[in-house]
């Protein structure tokens, strides 16, 4: 049995965006979808560059190509991110205005019926297995690396501050760090690769259910495409389906598709229409290997992409020889699995924080003209300041402090007690219940002076310490009122006992009255829920 591709590709620019930046491409051994970022700083040209130098593996891997279908599919993927990778850097050395754009990568490079994965950033690959779906790729970002270690739920990451934070990304600034693996595909498997401009809006439920109810891979694109727009289509939405079939019963798909901008054959930024900005760079030196692709319009106006090289189309406009909604079909040609055991996933390993995930793109009208020196000069100033600021944030929230609520409670709170243009550098992290009034007067001069720590477990440890003063107090408070009763009652016998003329011989004194904690003045034993008249007089 031989297993190919049928796929089908699509890119929508959303109801936020005013320009597309991702970038997809499918072909018959590789399936690509790129995110780029960097608004003004190009995040559209480092996807369609990346998803250009990514789509030479669909030639190379071709019978008679330069590694053949037997060769060696992780290292051949992770070649080519490196060659994207430096086709980035030396567009920025030539255009250092450009220097803010990097994408994501998520792609699928197939042969002999085995399937490789490559993932930086946080598009997502799935895998429908069985009616299972599988995520077949792990975000590199903050909020899942802190997901991760326990700090957050998954619950959490949707309102989470610092959730578009990538801790990975294709930049021309650093050395590319993907996950790379491969795996064996089924008879009937289907791939979902996305950027999250669908995954972010539309829940895992949601793609299961559609992936497995619709069995045709171009309807299915255009139904989650349809979803995430519903779902308020707050980012551009790209998504490859690809379908593993059997060549003898399914045709499989043949011609290589791209979407999104890398369907642009001219910079949407205001480059003269026509012209190939990935071939040559405005007043810099020429970079090859990509290959022309047609143009299409920009506008405000929602856009989706089919496959290349038929121009952007609106939601008005029919597509040729076809009937429906418009969108984007792909032909494909891969058959694999990645992650099908159940895990969550390639293991994560962090690196650098990089933020600009996403901005918005200012709409461009004419031709582009070169910044001057001094505009440069303030956009690195202001990104400088803008990371500084993010730093220094960060730094806050790996500090924590304990005080004292409105309430009178005392509370953890993460963060300094600080705050700057009127905006709280903290927050409560945890209300410990500990009432202030049962607190001893050295820990209440100590709880005004806002004991801090650099870990929450420091500040745990002062909270346990004073937890720990007022669990003494209580005990003793509450052990002497028992005792108070006992020897009243113990008095009362004798009295009693006496006035009867009776023996006293077999009335048992109390227990020994408790002492007062060591070098803890305790606060009055009301505090406590003790009235001061059910205990002796305590000095």
């Given at each position: 049995?031989?297993?190919?591709?049928?796929?089908?590709?699509?890119?929508?620019?959303?109801?936020?965006?005013?320009?597309?930046?991702?970038?997809?491409?499918?072909?018959?051994?590789?399936?690509?979808?790129?995110?780029?970022?960097?608004?003004?700083?190009?995040?559209?040209?480092?996807?369609?560059?990346?998803?250009?130098?990514?789509?030479?593996?669909?030639?190379?891997?071709?019978?008679?190509?330069?590694?053949?279908?037997?060769?060696?599919?992780?290292?051949?993927?992770?070649?080519?991110?490196?060659?994207?990778?430096?086709?980035?850097?030396?567009?920025?050395?030539?255009?250092?205005?450009?220097?803010?754009?990097?994408?994501?990568?998520?792609?699928?490079?197939?042969?002999?019926?085995?399937?490789?994965?490559?993932?930086?950033?946080?598009?997502?690959?799935?895998?429908?297995?069985?009616?299972?779906?599988?995520?077949?790729?792990?975000?590199?970002?903050?909020?899942?690396?802190?997901?991760?270690?326990?700090?957050?739920?998954?619950?959490?990451?949707?309102?989470?501050?610092?959730?578009?934070?990538?801790?990975?990304?294709?930049?021309?600034?650093?050395?590319?760090?993907?996950?790379?693996?491969?795996?064996?595909?089924?008879?009937?498997?289907?791939?979902?690769?996305?950027?999250?401009?669908?995954?972010?809006?539309?829940?895992?439920?949601?793609?299961?259910?559609?992936?497995?109810?619709?069995?045709?891979?171009?309807?299915?694109?255009?139904?989650?495409?349809?979803?995430?727009?519903?779902?308020?289509?707050?980012?551009?939405?790209?998504?490859?389906?690809?379908?593993?079939?059997?060549?003898?019963?399914?045709?499989?798909?043949?011609?290589?598709?791209?979407?999104?901008?890398?369907?642009?054959?001219?910079?949407?930024?205001?480059?003269?229409?026509?012209?190939?900005?990935?071939?040559?760079?405005?007043?810099?030196?020429?970079?090859?290997?990509?290959?022309?692709?047609?143009?299409?319009?920009?506008?405000?106006?929602?856009?989706?992409?089919?496959?290349?090289?038929?121009?952007?189309?609106?939601d008005d406009e029919p597509f040729p020889g076809a009937t429906g909604a418009t969108g984007a079909t792909g032909v494909a040609g891969a058959t694999g699995v990645t992650g099908v055991n159940g895990s969550a996933g390639p293991e994560i390993t962090e690196a650098g924080g990089r933020r600009g995930h996403r901005a918005v793109k200012v709409k461009a009208s004419g031709r582009r003209k070169r910044w001057p020196i001094v505009t440069s000069a303030l956009v690195v100033l202001v990104v400088a300041l803008g990371v500084g600021g993010y730093l220094a944030y960060s730094y806050t929230q790996d500090q924590y402090y304990v005080a004292v609520n409105p309430a009178g409670h005392v509370v953890i709170y993460q963060g300094v007690n600080q705050s700057v243009a009127g905006i709280s550098l903290s927050h409560p992290h945890t209300d410990t219940g500990i009432a202030l009034n049962q607190v001893s007067a050295q820990f209440r001069q100590e709880l005004a002076g806002y004991p801090s720590a650099s870990s929450l477990a420091g500040a745990q440890g002062i909270v346990r310490n004073i937890s720990n003063q007022v669990n003494q107090c209580n005990t003793y408070y509450h052990q002497l009122q028992t005792w108070f009763t006992a020897q009243n009652n113990y008095l009362t016998q004798l009295h009693d006992a006496e006035r009867a003329h009776r023996s006293t011989k077999n009335i048992k004194p109390p227990n020994p009255q408790p002492t007062q904690p060591v070098n803890i003045i305790c606060p009055s034993s009301a505090e406590y829920g003790v009235p001061a008249s059910t205990i002796p007089a305590v000095p």
């Open positions: 049995m031989t297993l190919a591709l049928r796929y089908a590709v699509r890119s929508d620019v959303g109801l936020l965006r005013e320009g597309n930046e991702d970038s997809a491409y499918a072909g018959p051994r590789l399936l690509a979808v790129a995110d780029g970022m960097g608004g003004h700083a190009a995040g559209e040209v480092a996807s369609a560059v990346t998803i250009g130098a990514m789509s030479e593996l669909d030639r190379a891997s071709e019978p008679g190509g330069a590694s053949g279908p037997g060769g060696d599919l992780m290292a051949d993927l992770s070649n080519a991110v490196a060659a994207a990778n430096m086709r980035l850097q030396q567009m920025i050395t030539a255009n250092p205005a450009i220097e803010g754009m990097g994408t994501t990568l998520t792609a699928v490079l197939w042969a002999n019926g085995h399937a490789a994965v490559c993932h930086i950033g946080d598009s997502r690959g799935y895998l429908l297995r069985q009616g299972e779906l599988y995520q077949i790729t792990h975000d590199h970002t903050l909020v899942q690396s802190l997901v991760d270690e326990g700090r957050i739920t998954e619950d959490d990451v949707s309102t989470h501050p610092q959730r578009s934070l990538l801790l990975r990304a294709l930049d021309g600034r650093t050395i590319a760090e993907p996950d790379l693996s491969v795996h064996e595909a089924q008879l009937r498997d289907r791939y979902l690769l996305c950027s999250d401009g669908l995954s972010g809006v539309v829940s895992d439920e949601t793609l299961r259910d559609t992936l497995d109810g619709i069995p045709d891979p171009e309807a299915c694109t255009r139904q989650l495409i349809d979803l995430a727009i519903r779902g308020g289509g707050p980012d551009n939405i790209t998504c490859i389906v690809a379908d593993v079939i059997d060549v003898a019963v399914t045709r499989p798909s043949t011609v290589p598709v791209t979407a999104g901008a890398a369907a642009n054959g001219s910079d949407p930024r205001g480059q003269t229409p026509g012209t190939n900005p990935f071939a040559k760079l405005s007043a810099g030196p020429e970079v090859t290997g990509m290959h022309p692709m047609p143009g299409h319009g920009t506008g405000p106006n929602r856009q989706q992409t089919r496959t290349a090289p038929q121009p952007v189309l609106t």
